[in-house]
């Protein structure tokens, strides 16, 4: 493994744009639950799971009434916004400053990243700590909206303050398309990208998971580096896309390549 890790290191060092993409792995080294693992928190309550599933329908028939059941229902924000980075976000941090790494594409909704220090991320499945408007996709914090007062007053949907449309959480619900500007951009740092570290990610869900994927075409037309840290393999292991596969935590591993860079 040291000989892996050095390798990455000299890899980024070497690279001339290097983006990250990660996953649900990191975020479980910050005791937030995956949803469908051993201890999934659709795993323990597939109703929570069957509920997920209804929610984007629910927002187009009835907008208020997804609203109702947002504010008076189960929240994840309490056990989310407990939630503090760990070292392999710190790691991501450090790389970014060092110049190498020029962008997170996450598709955790836990703002961990943020909280960390990182300035350019890209939530692909959207943020549960911002509303979007689902006319032009303005984001906004729900501190700019008194939500209680809305609930209180009976004025629920909250409106965009940009085009009036309606408001929904900014996270990405089953069969809601990811919006147009995150995926545009992400889409760019893929082209621009030279070397790729995917971080606690198997990268099987779609559209996420076409992104290594077009990075590991690009290899016969330029020089393109594809390291996978996660804790065991992954489809992208075994199909070939990863150039370097490190078997480990990401808050582990990250933290020692970063080291190796600085040195």
């Known amino acids: 493994m040291d000989e892996l890790i050095f390798k990455a290191a000299r890899q980024l060092s070497q690279s001339k744009y290097a983006i990250a993409l990660t996953g649900a792995g990191m975020s479980t080294e910050s005791g937030i639950p995956d949803f469908r693992g051993p201890n999934g928190v659709w795993t323990k309550n597939p109703d929570a799971e069957r509920q997920a599933y209804q929610s984007y329908y629910k927002f187009q028939q009835d907008p208020k009434a997804y609203w109702i059941e947002r504010m008076t229902g189960l929240s994840w924000l309490k056990d989310f916004s407990s939630a503090r980075p760990n070292p392999g976000h710190l790691a991501l941090v450090a790389l970014e400053k060092t110049g190498i790494l020029k962008c997170v594409v996450t598709q955790n909704i836990d703002n ?152």
């Not at 965009?160 to 919006?179: M, Q, R, T, W, Y």
């Not at 500007?181 to 606690?200: F, H, K, P, W, Y």
């Not at 020089?223 to 489809?235: D, H, S, V």
Request: hydrophobic share 35%.
């Open 112 to 263: 961990l990243h943020q909280k960390a220090g990182s300035q350019r991320v890209l939530d692909y499945h959207g943020n549960l700590f911002l509303l979007r408007c689902y006319h032009c996709d303005a984001r906004f914090d729900p501190s700019e909206y008194d939500l209680p007062e809305l609930l209180a007053r009976d004025e629920l949907p909250p409106c965009c303050k940009k085009c009036n449309g309606v408001l929904k959480s900014d996270v990405v619900h089953f069969n809601e398309a990811i919006p147009p500007d995150v995926a545009q951009a992400s889409l760019e740092e893929v082209e621009r990208c030279d070397l790729m570290l995917i971080c606690g990610t198997s990268a099987t869900v779609y559209p996420f998971a076409m992104l290594p994927r077009m990075a590991a075409e690009k290899k016969d037309k330029r020089k393109m580096t594809i390291i996978e840290i996660n804790a065991e393999p992954t489809p992208l292991t075994r199909e070939g896309i990863s150039d370097y596969f490190i078997e480990g935590k990401t808050g582990v591993i990250l933290p020692r390549i970063a080291g190796e860079v600085k040195k």
